[in-house]
């Protein structure tokens, strides 16, 4: 079952969306002053995976459960590409 990711967002409506994934032990927290510098061109989305960041804690992490939560998170802001 999806979780409910979080995202540190750096909006700009107006700009093509750009979704940030950290790196294994990392969280959206890592991507602050790269996210404000990107902002003026897109809309920034830096995701928290499931057990890390400010995301959700559950009991399993499969490449598959991630890949669903992100499509979840991805539809839920209408980001179809």
């Known amino acids: 079952m999806a979780v409910s990711l979080y995202s540190l967002r750096f909006e700009n409506p107006s700009a093509p969306a750009l979704v940030i994934l950290h790196g294994l032990l990392g ?13 003026d061109r897109y809309d920034v989305h830096a995701v928290d995976l499931r057990n890390h960041g400010d995301s959700p804690h559950a009991g399993a992490m499969r490449w598959a459960e991630m890949i669903d939560d992100l499509d979840v998170y991805l539809g839920q802001h209408g980001l179809n590409s």
């Open 27 to 39: 969280s959206s927290r890592n991507w602050t002053t790269i996210g404000r510098a990107l902002q």
